[in-house]
């Protein structure tokens, strides 16, 4: 099979499960926005961003490496899952101290044993989602990720329509669908318990597992410094109606992210792949173009879109969220280039501590722009500091691998898609309905710019299928 068509392939794969589980995600905003008051959905996001740190300490990242590791031609799928299960009965033992922690906090006391449940099962959930991709069964992973998201919204509407639990039946929805996932991964994924004991535990392969793994826990932590931060920060300093407002405002962007967790998914096999051919640094460029100029332009549909969107998807209450996705969105398409560039050198390689100090020089400025810009310009202000961090990410990533990847960043092409990113968020704070009118010349612009591109790309999808 080809490059680009194995390429085209597994992204085709992995968009089944990612876009069919952000498009009920999407969905389910008009639920919680309903049923929720903003204080009330300010404090359910507060906490389930909590859940997405904790889950990966209690289980010390082992998602990252029963993926990674699975993938090499010579794996003992056995004796990493043998490795994976002792990692998680440990950390689930020990992730019991989460109860007594929470009581320390007001906005999660009470919510403690309800928190420590959603944050084991997501997380366990996880790795053997992970499993699947690393067994290389990407239509598996999807099916996955789509019952998973199905079942939560499944379970939202019992338990936060029909038995009107509030924010706890938010959060059982979670654990619920989550343990039903798993057990849909021990079945597909022919996971036999018996072979598992027999093979016994690899203490060797089990410090290589957790090398790899345990260097993503504060990469993880930085991470969510830049993708949830934030949100705390803004809770704290502003009130949760804000924070539940500024999470809505994260929605729209998620649109973009969902291209950029597609991509990455199917990309990382092709990397891993291509990392001994001879024309690995082409092939890489070629494709690192196409990926910055397709998503300016899916960016930029969604701006056009923004506005008319948010009138009709959330309550009124909601609407002024629009204002910080713009800005949001211009982060993510930063976000997506570097982690191209991560899946390219660091996930290849192995290299976790690349990733993490690509997370530090990120993370440190997000939290130093959030005390500084918050404070004196409300919820904009955390979203601009988010954004400025992805940026730095990036271009950190870049820099740090100019020796052995020699990504061309500054063609005129992908200059051009940087300009009219930047250009098409502030051209959505000019007054309607000018800003529409401007945001789809500049749209037209675009598809001028890069028809030839565009339509090589539309070709090859359309053969793909």
């Given amino acids: 099979m080809g490059r680009i068509k194995y390429l085209m392939k597994n992204t085709f794969l992995f968009a089944l499960g990612s876009l069919g589980s952000r498009i009920v995600v999407f969905l389910l905003v008009p639920l919680y926005t309903g049923v929720l008051l903003p204080e ?17 300490l209690i289980t010390l990242n082992i998602s990252e490496a029963i993926m990674r590791f699975c993938l090499d031609k010579d794996s003992n799928h056995n004796k990493i899952l043998n490795n994976t ?26 919510y ?11 997380a366990v959930a996880q790795v053997f989602l992970y499993y699947l991709r690393g067994i290389e069964k990407p239509l598996l992973y999807s099916i996955g990720c789509i019952i998973q998201t199905t079942l939560i919204a499944i379970f939202s509407i019992i338990f936060l329509v029909v038995l009107e639990w509030g924010i706890r039946g938010y959060f059982r929805a979670y654990i619920c669908a989550n343990i039903i996932t798993c057990i849909y991964c021990f079945l597909v994924g022919k996971i036999n318990f018996i072979s598992i004991i027999r093979v016994g535990m690899d203490k060797n ?6 090398t790899y793994s345990i260097a993503f826990i504060p990469n993880t932590f930085m991470w969510w410094i830049m993708n949830a931060s934030d949100r705390v920060m803004v809770s704290a300093m502003i009130g949760t109606a804000a924070n539940g407002i500024y999470s809505v405002s994260y929605k729209i962007p998620g649109l973009v992210s969902v291209c950029n967790t597609i991509f990455n998914q199917a990309w990382s096999y092709s990397a ?3 990392s001994d051919s001879n024309d690995r640094v082409e092939y890489t460029n070629r494709v690192f173009e196409i990926l910055a100029i397709f998503s300016a332009t899916v960016s930029i549909i969604i701006l056009i879109l923004l506005k008319p ?16 996705s713009p800005i949001l969105l211009l982060g993510n398409y930063f976000l997506i280039l570097g982690s191209f560039v991560g899946s390219t050198t660091y996930t ?9 100090k690509s997370g530090i020089v990120g993370a440190i400025p997000n939290i130093i722009l959030n005390a500084i810009l918050i404070p004196i310009m409300g919820i904009i202000g955390a979203a601009m500091a988010t954004c400025f961090s992805y940026f730095l990410v990036t271009a950190y990533r870049i820099y740090d691998t100019r020796y052995s990847l020699a990504l061309k960043w500054n063609t005129r092409k992908i200059n051009l898609a940087h300009v009219l990113m930047i250009i098409g968020t502030l051209l959505c704070y000019v007054p309607e309905p000018f800003s529409e009118i401007l945001l789809i010349i500049l749209l037209l612009i675009v598809f001028c710019c890069y028809k030839k591109e565009l339509f090589n790309l539309l070709e090859k999808f359309i053969k793909r299928k």
């Fill in 85 to 110: 299960f002792l990692v998680i009965i440990a950390g689930s033992l020990i992730g019991i101290l989460i109860i007594p922690i929470t009581r320390i906090f007001a906005v999660s006391d009470g």
């Fill in 348 to 356: 290849v390689d192995k290299n976790s501590v690349g990733m993490l």
């Fill in 112 to 122: 403690g044993l309800i928190l420590y449940f959603c944050s084991l099962f997501i």
């Fill in 205 to 210: 392969l089990l410090r290589q597992m957790l």
């Fill in 40 to 56: 009330e959905y300010g404090i359910v996001d507060l906490l389930y961003t909590v859940c997405t740190i904790l889950g990966p």
């Fill in 272 to 274: 891993i792949k291509e």
């Fill in 309 to 324: 969107a948010m009138k009709v998807y959330v309550q009124a209450t909601y609407y002024s969220a629009w204002k910080y």
